[in-house]
């Protein structure tokens, strides 16, 4: 069974320090990661995903995640938090396609950040 | 495009009752599926769909679903308990066959309480 562990329940920064979100994960396989986050009273929104090719990947916001196999992890970066980067972060996996399994994705508990002025 | 829509925005119900979560897409997805939220937990998979006409359990007992089309799919709380008090989201994506690899779409959310 895949799992998604986000060890850190709440990250403060100071607005203009890089800001750095934990995952790491547990699948069979190549592991297909995603990052989603959620502002407050609004939906998940996808901001980047890994699936095969360059360990770095660049998404939405400028954010950017690297994915480290022998450390099973998918850390989210961003060089200059701002204020409005303030939400709820989820990262994901699913494992590779597996007819079977759809499209299904397992996440992990979420990470509030807190972007202080 | 409206993405993904649900109703009711918030609902309260009483132990015992039943209701039914709407949730709508308008981007073609063949695959759609309920996840609930709460604190600490993440997002937990409750029901999926990979076209219309199928349906698959994630969670066994409490909800039941139907999809007739590719728009729609309602979830359903048989006889809700107060441990069904969630947040409930309902995701599309392209299924997949057609377009590997992509990520699910999110509605706004129900928040839903029951007492």
């Known amino acids: 069974a895949q799992s998604v562990a986000q060890p850190e329940d709440q990250v403060n920064v100071a607005e203009g320090n890089p800001l750095t979100v934990k995952c790491t994960y547990s699948?069979?396989?190549?592991?297909?990661l995603f990052w989603y986050v959620q502002y407050p009273n609004r939906g998940l929104q996808f901001l980047l995903k890994?699936?095969?090719?360059?360990?770095l990947v660049k998404g939405s916001y400028g954010f950017e995640a690297e994915f480290n196999k022998s450390q099973t992890s998918f850390h989210l970066k961003k060089p200059s938090a701002l204020v409005s980067d303030s939400a709820l972060y989820f990262c994901?996996?699913?494992?590779?396609?597996?007819?079977?399994?759809?499209?299904?994705?397992?996440f992990g508990g979420g990470t509030r950040v807190l972007v202080k002025p | 495009n409206a993405g993904v829509t649900q109703t009711p925005k918030f609902h309260i119900l009483k132990t015992g009752q039943s209701m039914t979560l709407q949730c709508a897409q308008d981007?073609?997805?063949?695959?759609m599926s309920w996840y609930r939220q709460d604190p600490g937990m993440g997002l937990r998979l409750i029901y999926y769909?990979?076209?219309?006409?199928?349906t698959d359990k994630e969670v066994p007992n409490g909800y039941n679903v139907s999809r007739l089309n590719t728009e729609d799919f309602p979830l359903r709380l048989v006889s809700a308990a107060p441990s069904q008090t969630s947040v409930y989201l309902c995701?599309?994506?392209?299924?997949?066959?057609?377009?590997?690899?992509?990520?699910?779409?999110f509605g706004p959310g129900t928040r839903l309480t029951v007492l």
């Open positions: 890994y699936i095969t090719g360059d360990n």
């Open positions: 995701a599309s994506s392209y299924p997949e066959q057609g377009r590997v690899r992509n990520e699910q779409f």
């Open positions: 981007m073609n997805h063949g695959y």
């Open positions: 769909s990979a076209a219309a006409g199928t």
């Open positions: 699948v069979s396989g190549n592991p297909y």
């Open positions: 994901a996996v699913r494992p590779p396609f597996v007819k079977a399994a759809g499209n299904k994705l397992t």
